[in-house]
């Protein structure tokens, strides 16, 4: 049973930072890519970063330079650090892996001006 569940989303404002936890069970995650995306209201769903099994990361646009995506195999457990935090950045954030199989429950991040 595969089990993603994010979480560290909240109001932040302007030029703040989150850290996005996503901890997963029921796969083995030293072996799967993870991903993180978000969808805005009256959006669509985006890439916002992934990252490979040994370490190669890729990043939106958008997000290039302000983000960082990371894993702890041994906690099972990947991570988005988001700083310098802009209101176009407010979504639900998910985690997914499997290339699009699983996906978590998302976490809401919401950045006033």
């Known amino acids: 049973q595969v089990q993603l569940v994010e979480s560290g989303g909240g109001l932040v404002q302007r030029g703040g930072s989150l850290r996005l936890s996503c901890a997963a069970s029921?796969?083995?995650?030293?072996?799967?890519?993870m991903a993180w995306y978000r969808q805005a209201p009256g959006k669509q769903r985006e890439l916002v970063a992934d990252i490979t099994t040994i370490g190669y990361t890729n990043y939106a646009d958008s997000v290039k330079g302000r983000f960082t995506i990371s894993r702890d195999n041994a906690k099972n457990t990947a991570y988005l650090q988001m700083n310098d935090l802009k209101p176009e950045d407010t979504a639900v954030y998910y985690c997914?892996?499997?290339?699009?199989?699983?996906w978590g429950q998302g976490t809401q991040v919401t950045v006033s001006s």
């Open positions: 029921g796969v083995i995650f030293s072996i799967n890519a």
């Open positions: 997914s892996t499997g290339w699009g199989k699983y």
